[in-house]
């Protein structure tokens, strides 16, 4: 079983940065696949940003360049650090991992975050 907790999210201008946090608890070896997706209302979930087990990570189009995902693999903990946030980057942000389980095998299971809201104002 693993717990997210996220956290980092709120209100911010145009213009502004934000960093959320994922900080991932329970029985488990290591994170293995990390990403953050984000809803805005009325919207399907999309990916923002992946980061592999390796560090090699990926981003949507529409964050290239302002956003940065990051991972300390000691504190099992994920990062997005956001700049130059736009008003269309709004949306309640969620973290999603897969681990290594204790035994050291891959676990296809996803784990997900409660979501953290995320508003930037014009």
């Known amino acids: 079983q693993v717990q997210l907790v996220e956290s980092g999210g709120g209100l911010v201008q145009a213009g502004g940065s934000l960093r959320l946090s994922c900080a991932a608890s329970?029985?488990?070896?290591?994170?293995?696949?990390a990403g953050w997706y984000r809803q805005a209302p009325g919207k399907q979930r999309e990916l923002v940003a992946i980061?592999?087990?390796?560090?090699?990570?990926n981003y949507a189009e529409s964050v290239k360049g302002r956003f940065t995902i990051s991972r300390d693999n000691v504190k099992n903990t994920v990062y997005l650090q956001m700049n130059s946030l736009k008003p269309e980057d709004t949306a309640d942000y969620y973290c999603n991992v897969q681990i290594i389980d204790i035994s050291g095998h891959y676990s296809q299971h996803d784990y997900w975050g409660q979501g953290t809201q995320v508003t930037v104002s014009s």
């Open positions: 980061i592999s087990g390796g560090g090699s990570t």
């Open positions: 329970g029985s488990f070896s290591r994170i293995y696949l």
